[in-house]
């Protein structure tokens, strides 16, 4: 060989994971030995054939089946991200032509774990990441796995086997069955997807005579806040009704059964219409007092302009109180002035006169005046005390006004705290009525015609009675006056009153009527409110208990998934390293028959170069070798392009068939399984009426048993007694029989003791002894049969006591054993039906699941009449809340104008009347306050005259005592002066002693007059001061009365201050009740348009859902289709290259008969002695084109696996997640060897 020929490169060994499961099984990638060269040809041609296009067909737009809208609401969480890594798939090789740089993965070697949430109602799409190995390796137990049923399927279907752990309720089937076929639609209107009829789930016991299943699912929208009392009502009834007639069913066939519970089911339907009429009364009553209230939501101004004239009238009211006690205090201040001035004048004035007196030398009057003065004194500090008292009944005055005026503003935090927590709590319950208020709408649109219907036959009904009251009033007036113009006699008169009392009769029956017809509405407004409201605890425990079965449901099928994922990772995994230790093996295989060949041409170019004969014979070696070597390489090739057509084929095929078992599921699947939760729900309610039924009669019976064990108490207690009396009756008859004997014993006793005297007797007299002894046998005898007949009379009453014990017992007996016969024959006929309604059942269930199929095409068509009666309703109702706003909006203004103009006149009406009455109490309080004012005055005067008369009193005793006193001590001088006198006369001896005398006299005149003098002085000083004090005291009385005056006039203010307090908490009472009534107005008209809002929202959002929707399904079949049209054109794409193949291995056999001829060729040119290095070398260069075309052919294949892949990922939901992604990246380096792309393959779809 020469130097120029490059040497064959063996490739590196391509480290694989070793959990990588392989793409094709072991015994289609094992070489064998036995393979011919010529049987590669057919092959292709067989396997040529299974790539066209007709083939393909079932994945053309036209026949693909989309899943229904319904079931893309959400969408599963990412479960199948990439669990191995991939760092170990970069290869170094040492060529680096037409290999573009490897990427290194970004993933890590951790396993991921898997995501157990899984919904049914999802939308799976086509995906080609699955290979042939997943089928022989599902663990699923069902044989679906042949005809390549996905696992989402098997999900599905047990989401629907899930249901018979947790038996959901009656109630809960109908918003079960709407909340799992609504979609999108049972998030936004929850009132009416989670709605049914009350018939379907009041009437549980119904089911056992129909087994129809389309009324159940085509039945009208109801609300099931209704469904809950009409039930538990319905069920109690039956209740008593099953106890009360429990031991006629015992004893009567099934067909009357069925009658009673037919005609308990049409009860039952009676009660749900009167039920029905009552809700509709109520909810008309709730309307008109919605509306009623909405109307006084503009007075908010008024009552705010009203309270703010009030605060200002108070305030103003305020301001002249203080201004009146500011010139109240000033009046007092000057009064206080003015006294202080009288009192120091007075003062002064009894000084001056004590000082003139003591300088007199007149001690009475200087004692009067201290006396004066200090009862002066005595009457100021009164005065001052009454003042002091004025000032602090002033001051307390003052002080009540300063608490009442806290009060008030204590009255008005309280005030708004309480208008806060009634704010916050009325908030509280508008949010609850808000609640209620969605529930009910539904209802009250439904309900409207009928209310306006039952209105107007009531109030034609009314006008029907009025108009004949009136009819008959007319016609009786008529008469009236025809008696009246006839005659006017005493007889007419009293058919006229007679008359009259008739048209009052008449008038108070008609109010009567009119009243009991308001009491009625009131009752019935009362009653279904209660039932509304039981019936809303009813649906919120409902729904409660739904999602807390629904959570356990999915709880056990994502365990369930889960586990059985984990089980088929474990078991691929295991496969998955054999497969890899297996590739291994080959590859070491494959390396040392590639290092063989090396060795071999190396020695073959050697042996060429030593020798020309030895290159000959090393040249028909190496001929041979690379023969050996080429039909290796071509079987390796064939078994690789066969593999490689398998896995495509394969792919394709498990693409077609799930994509058409995944549509044919979607459709299908959805429609049975909803079905079959729907008739399982229904028959599991049929079954707990069945066994509610069951528990009924069981209970009875327990009753019945309880009974007749009470009457079997009761009989053996009667048996007890009747054995106690037989022994109180043998004890007496032991008695009687012992006292028998001890009579017999006595009267024998006596009759020998006769006997003997008798003998004795018979001895002494023999004549009398033959009539003794014969009145004795008489006796003897009578006595005999009197115990005979004792004795027969015992036995007698012994025998009747026995035989009636005896009578008891098997009265008892019968009766015991007759109840358990009845009671068996019972338990027989019950479980008779149990086992009559479960093999019912068990058909209806087998007849559903057979007509489940039919029921999914028309599960389809009801979705689609659906849509249309939601898109036709949608309309309606935009229209009825446009009609339903103006309307209310009319209303509501009209109304409020009314309920402001009403209230502008009581609020007038209510102020001229408080101002007349505020005047009137004024007027009264005056006149109250002048006669107590002329009381008080009256009473300080005639104190004020007493005192002055006792003062005058006292002064005139005083002054007569000391004028008593002068003449006393002028008399007794006299006497002695007359005395001396005489004796001076009588002495006469001295005329000196008597002009002594006379000056002594003269002098004592004088200083009696100069007394007499003083005396008047005083007399003058005592009357001015007297007068100077009365004056005083007129103007202190002055003072005293204008003070009480003004005290009065305080006293009135303050009164009529707490009489405007009091009108005005009354008003604010008022004012308050108004404002909350605008409030509460103001808020039901707001919730009003908030719900008018919410359903505008709705609405709209139902619109752009339906637009989304639209949007999502023309994107799906935009997308199914690009992909139809990607997976075509790879198709073609692999077509051509099966072409290409098939070319390269007729390129491969021209080659091998062109060595035929080389080989005869070096057979001559041996002869002819020609060198064959020119061929050798052209033959080298034929090989490795073959070998290039070989690697180029491989690449595009590898690159076509990618795109498949790719596509796939884009199809499938896992597309959106970039972790598998980046995981599932093909690599780019391309190797030329089959075993590369074996390896390749298997890393992808171990990954996948």
Known sequence: MSSNDEPVVAPAPVEVDENEPPATPIESSVVSGGEELVMASPEVSKESPAVSPSKVSPGAPGTVKRPLSGTTTTKRPDSSSASHSMTGTTRTTTSTLNKPPTRP???TGTRKPLSTSTVSSHRSHMSVSSSADEKPRSVASSGDERRGISSTAKRMSMAGTTSTRAPLKSTSSSSDRRSSVAGITAERKPATTTARTATTTSKPVSRLTSSTTSASRTATTRPTSTTGTVRSATTTEAKKRLSTTSGSISRVGESEKLQALQAKLTESEETVASLKTELETVNEKLGQLSVSVEGPLGDAGDTEAIRADHTAEIEKLASAHAEELQALQARLDEAESQRKELEESSQKQLEEARQSAAAQGD????????????AHRTQLEALEKELAEYKSAATHFEEQISVLKKELEFQKLALEEEKALELENFKRELQGREQVMDNLNTEIVKLNALKEQEVRAAEESAQESVSGLQEQVASLEAKLAAAESASQGPEQNTLIAEKDQEITDLKRALEKIQAELQEARETAATELSSKVEELETAHKIAIASLKAEHETAITDISASHAEKLTAAMAESESSGAEHTAQLQELRNALEASEATAQKGQ????????????????????????????????????????????????QEIDALRQKCESLESQLTTGTGKINALLEEMQSKQAEADAIHRTLRDVEDHSRQEGAQKDKKMKALEEKAAEAVFLLEQHTLQAAGVSEKHAQALEELKAEY??????????????????????????????????????????????????????KAVLESHAREIATHNEGREKESTELQNQFQETQAKLQAELS?????????????????AELQKAFEETKAKLQAEIEAVQTSKAADVDAKHSKAIADLQQGFEETKTKLQAEIEAVQASKAAEIDAEHGKAIEQLLTMHEAKLSGLKEELEASNKKKIHDLQKAHDTALANVNEQLSQAKAAAQ??????DLKATIADLQAELADSEKAHLAVQETSREIERHFSAELTKIQADHAALGEKYQAAVAQVGELEKLVKDSDSQKSHLESIMKQLSESRDQLLKVKADNAAIFDSLVDCKNQNKTLSEMLEAGERDLNDQIDKNMGLLNQLGDLDSNISTSRRRVRELEAELAVLRADSVRMLKMGVQPKRKMAS????????????????????????????????????????????????PSAPEPEPTRTRAATVSFFSRR
């Open 105 to 107: 993965s970004t993933t």
């Open 1179 to 1226: 033959i080298q260069g034929q090989l490795k084109h073959i070998r290039t075309a070989n690697h180029d052919w491989y690449s595009e294949h590898h690159r076509l696996i990618g795109e498949l892949a790719k596509l796939s990922r884009q199809g499938s939901p896992d597309s959106l997640n970039p972790s598998t992604t980046s995981n599932l990246e093909v």
């Open 752 to 805: 020998a003791a006769r006997l003997a005297s008798e003998l004795e007797r018979t001895k002494e007299a023999s004549s009398s002894h033959d009539s003794a002894l014969s009145d004795l046998r008489t006796k003897h005898e009578e006595l005999l049969a009197a115990n005979k007949e004792l004795e027969s009379t015992h036995a007698t009453h012994v025998q009747s006591l026995e035989a009636e014990l």
């Open 363 to 374: 001690d009475t009057t200087v004692s009067l005046l201290d006396e004066l003065k200090s």
């Open 847 to 863: 007849a559903l699941q057979s007509s489940s199929k039919v029921e999914a095409e028309l599960h389809e068509q009801q979705i």
């Open 990 to 995: 001295d005329t000196s002693a008597l002009d």
């Open 602 to 649: 190396e020695d073959a170019v050697a042996e060429l170069k030593i020798t020309h004969e030895a290159e000959l014979k090393l040249l028909q070696e190496k001929l041979e070798a690379s023969e050996n070597a080429l039909s290796e390489s071509r079987r390796a090739l064939d078994e690789g392009n066969a593999s490689a057509q398998d896995l495509a084929i």
